[in-house]
């Protein structure tokens, strides 16, 4: 029988470390690992058959190679699980880095227009801002102009609140003239009724005195006609209008009383 060799430098575990292989390396390796099980299990035939060929009672302790091939197989058996670790986390990291690639790409889209977005909504908020500072020019402008309009109402009714008490006091000055004419107007009234009633009595008499006069009627006629004219003036004159005119009637009435008495003496 060919001895085959217990032990092959395997070169599988020092790569197992390497974060940077690639899929294919990760075949290779497991046809390593298949080509190794393959020998250990011929390994195994052959150490089971020079186990019962060669059994003593006083050799019950494992042998070398039997302790070897524990071990081999022990780190075949790691290696295995390992590299088939590595190749469901290889899977599932490209996995995730293609699921990672996708929510990246959404993500950048998604950002991309979020920022467009927020630039458009920016350039809006500018647009309002200049506007309400615009408004708020212009609002402070007539704010202006309705203080300087204001100011010259209130200045223009200062003025006519003057105005209005110089008036009401001229009114009050007013009435308290019209009151003093009104009292003096009824003075004068009750004069000029005196007066008028004296010469009605004077001209009586003077007409009582012409009657009994001892003359020609033309004579008559013209002291008649003088009598009328004083009366009339007597009654229109200026004796109707201010207490000078009652001083001048009296003055007639009593011209006329004398040029009756100088009448009645002739």
């Known amino acids: 029988n060919r001895t085959v060799p217990i032990f092959e430098p395997i070169q599988l575990l020092p790569d ?9 390396c990760n075949d290779h390796y497991l046809g390593l690992l298949h080509k190794q099980e393959l020998k250990i299990s011929v390994l195994k035939e052959q150490t089971i058959r020079s186990r019962y060929s060669r059994f003593r009672p006083s050799r019950l302790k494992e042998s070398p190679p039997q302790v070897q091939l524990r071990r081999m197989q022990a780190s075949l058996d790691k290696a295995k699980n390992l590299n088939m670790w590595y190749q469901n986390d290889h899977d599932a990291q490209r996995s995730n880095e293609e ?15 979020v920022i467009v977005s927020l630039q458009e909504e920016l350039s809006m908020l500018q ?9 708020k020019r212009e609002a402070e402008n007539k704010l202006l102009i309705l203080e300087s309009n204001l100011k010259e109402l209130q200045e223009t009714l200062d003025t006519m609140f003057q105005d ?27 004069e000029i009724e005196g007066a008028l009633l004296e010469g009605n009595e004077t001209l009586s008499n003077v007409c009582d005195q012409v009657n009994s006069f001892s003359c020609p009627l033309s004579d008559k006629r013209v002291f008649s006609f003088i009598i009328s004219t004083d009366f ?12 000078s005119g009652i001083k001048v009637s009296t003055h007639q009435h009593r011209d006329i009383r004398t040029g009756s008495n100088l009448f009645q003496i002739g």
Not at 100 to 112: D, H, L, P, S
Not at 127 to 135: A, G
Not at 232 to 243: D, K, V
């Open 16 to 24: 197992l470390f390497y974060p940077n292989l690639t899929r294919n």
């Open 99 to 113: 699921g990672m690639g996708k929510i990246r790409q959404q993500a950048e889209v998604e950002t991309a227009d």
């Open 127 to 135: 647009h309002r801002v200049q506007e309400s500072d615009l408004k």
């Open 164 to 190: 209005n008490e110089l008036l009401h006091q001229c009114l009050l000055d007013k009435d308290m003239e019209i009151k003093s004419l009104t009292e003096d107007w009824e003075t004068l009234r009750s």
């Open 232 to 243: 009339f003036r007597l009654y229109n004159g200026p004796c109707c209008t201010s207490r």
